[in-house]
C-alpha cells in the first residue's frame, strides 16, 4: 500500500491548488480517506474525511466553504481543492488511508505574499 501527494507550492493569499493523492496496492473506491495538515509547531490537523460511499466529505470549520474533495477512482486518485487560500493555511499536506496506519510523505504548501 501507498499514498503519494502532489501538487504543493507557494501561493499568494487569496489564490487556489489542488492537491492530489495517487494510491497504490489498494482500491481507493473501497476506502474512507483523510486529509490532514500539519504547520510548524502545531499538532497535525483532520481537515477533511471522504467518505467511500455516498460521495460525502466532512471538513474541519477552519477550511469549511473553502476546500472540497474529489475522487478520480480509474485513477485511484484523491484530490483537494484549496480556494480562498489564506497564509495560516501554511502546512504540510498529507492524505491518509482511514483507520489505517497508512500515510503519504506529505506535500508542502506555502501561502504567502
Known amino acids: 500500500v501507498h499514498l503519494v501527494e502532489s501538487g504543493g507550492g507557494l501561493v499568494q493569499p487569496g489564490g487556489s491548488l489542488t492537491l492530489s493523492c495517487v494510491g497504490s496496492?489498494?482500491?481507493?473506491?473501497?476506502?474512507?480517506l483523510n486529509w490532514y495538515r500539519q504547520a510548524p509547531g502545531k499538532e497535525r490537523e483532520l481537515i477533511a474525511h471522504?467518505?467511500?460511499?455516498?460521495?460525502?466529505?466532512d471538513y474541519a470549520a477552519s477550511v469549511k466553504g473553502r476546500f472540497t474533495t474529489s475522487r478520480d477512482n480509474a485513477k485511484n486518485t484523491l484530490y483537494l481543492h484549496m480556494n480562498s487560500l489564506r497564509v495560516g493555511d501554511t502546512a504540510l499536506y498529507y492524505c491518509?488511508?482511514?483507520?489505517?496506519?497508512?500515510w503519504g510523505q506529505g506535500t508542502q504548501v506555502t501561502v504567502s505574499s
Open positions: 471522504s467518505a467511500s460511499a455516498y460521495d460525502w466529505t
Open positions: 491518509k488511508i482511514a483507520g489505517t496506519p497508512y
Open positions: 496496492g489498494f482500491a481507493l473506491s473501497n476506502y474512507d
